[in-house]
């Protein structure tokens, strides 16, 4: 929608194909229907919340920014507002105003929107030794001709929204390499059974650090959840995002409940409460020290009988609680499935891309914006702003090269 709102603001005639019933479903369910739709940070700052090709999107975030993001939609009747992390929200909190505003901006500039339009495929010519666009196949069998085509039918994620991967496969299919497309910004499944019993549990200012052998791929501080299959939640996608397309072998996730506390402190707390708790079991004892739910898996998961009296616990039983509240390893096995990340990691290479016009290098009029680009961010509204911005540039370029052609 913003590639069409682009290209015809830049003097071209455009036409949005959808193949679902109505445009921009998926941002229906964005933020919890909120629509986090932007970060309102620095360019320097969002790169460092895209921890794949960030430097691919420099052109494409200099033409249309966080702050141009926010403009655009004031200017389009939708008022904004920022909230904590400077997650950019419509002041509604209604994502379909912003919806509603792209719509609305395709109608004043002349976009035909064919919605109910299922793409099959994009019909290129060889001329002169180099390919170009002719135009494209749809699912009916028609032919609709065009100088210049955009490709921006999102990844893999929650397919229920249209986003079915056919991109890659047009891609695919006019020669340009697509990486491998894996599940990210999702839950993640352990080994371990303890976290299951602990399903809806959430934990508020934990830190994990992912471990690949001795090596530390992250750590943070945050919110995680518990769930049937192991952990989600704020902290645990962003983590998930750096084990996305990596194997898990020799992989650890280690929780530490109390970041802000040394283990020499907390050996301390514990020895006091295991001397206070004289003939209760170590459970009780120890309870004060964790969310009430989380005792007796917690003690098991360090090797130890929560039905021990306390008064019979030895000091290395107390260590070993200490330690465990520091470092409680978690195993992760796999990740949740595309139907419940919320984006895709790979994508169509971006060395077939250039970068200032989101051009095919490959096939001269064709041109890829949002999630089907081999680039992927955080949460925090970045992968909206990265379908915005290249869907921008994408939109302006494809205009400016009809009428140099
Ligand atoms: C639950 C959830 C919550 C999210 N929340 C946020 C958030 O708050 N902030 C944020 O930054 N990001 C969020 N995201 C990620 C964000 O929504 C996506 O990164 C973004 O929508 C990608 O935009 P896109 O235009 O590339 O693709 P999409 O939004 O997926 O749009 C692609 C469109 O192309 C259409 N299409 C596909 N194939 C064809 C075809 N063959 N013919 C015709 N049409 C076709 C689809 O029907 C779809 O409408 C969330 C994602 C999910 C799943």
């Not at 003097?11 to 193949?19: H, I, S, T, Y």
């Not at 629509?35 to 921890?51: D, G, I, K, Q, Y």
């Not at 090709?53 to 004031?74: G, H």
Request: net charge positive.
């Amino acid at each position: 929608m913003m590639a069409a709102v682009f290209c015809a603001q830049n003097g071209a005639d455009v036409c949005l194909f959808e193949k679902n019933e109505k445009t921009g479903k998926k941002l229906y369910i964005t933020g919890k229907g909120r629509c986090n739709f932007t970060n309102a940070c620095n360019r320097e700052e969002f790169l460092l919340h895209v921890p794949r090709n960030s430097r691919f999107l420099y052109s494409a975030l200099s033409l249309f920014s966080p702050d141009d993001m926010m403009a655009w939609l004031e200017n389009a009747g939708c008022p904004v507002k920022v909230e904590r992390g400077r997650r950019a929200f419509p002041r509604s909190d209604k994502a379909s105003d912003v919806t509603r505003a792209l719509c609305s901006e395709m109608t004043r500039l002349g976009v035909s929107v064919r919605t109910d339009s299922e793409v099959a495929g994009i019909n290129t010519v060889c001329e002169d030794g180099a390919e170009r666009v002719r135009g494209l196949k749809l699912k009916n069998g028609s032919f609709f001709p065009s100088d210049a085509v955009i490709v921006a039918t999102g990844g893999l994620s929650y397919p229920s929204t249209g986003s079915t991967g056919d991109g890659y496969r047009f891609a695919r299919e006019t020669g340009h390499p697509v990486t491998d497309l894996s599940p990210s910004l999702t839950g993640i499944e352990l080994k371990e059974a303890w976290p299951s019993q602990l399903q809806g549990l959430s934990l508020k200012n934990v830190r994990i650090t992912i471990f690949a052998g001795s090596k530390k791929r992250m750590s943070e501080t945050g919110e995680m959840l518990f769930t049937h299959y192991g952990i989600s939640g704020p902290l645990v996608l962003e983590a998930s995002s750096i084990l996305s397309g990596g194997s898990f072998k020799d992989c650890v996730i280690s929780l530490d409940m109390k970041p802000a506390v040394s283990e020499e402190q907390l050996l301390t707390d514990v020895s006091e409460l295991v001397r206070l708790g004289g003939a209760k079991t170590v459970a009780n004892a120890v309870m004060p020290l964790f969310p009430r739910r989380m005792t007796e898996p917690f003690l098991i998961a360090c090797g130890l009988d929560p039905h021990t009296p306390a008064s019979q616990l030895p000091s290395s039983s107390r260590r070993a609680i200490a330690v465990g509240l520091k470092r409680l390893d978690m195993t992760p096995v796999s990740l949740r499935p595309f139907s419940e990340a919320i984006i895709t990691r790979g994508g169509v290479d971006i060395r077939s891309v250039n970068p200032s016009t989101m051009g095919s290098r490959l096939v001269s009029g064709l041109y890829f914006a949002g999630e089907v680009l081999d680039v992927d961010a955080f949460t925090g509204g970045y992968n909206l702003q990265i379908a915005f911005s290249t869907g921008a540039l994408a939109g302006r370029s494809a205009a400016l090269q009809t009428f140099t052609a």
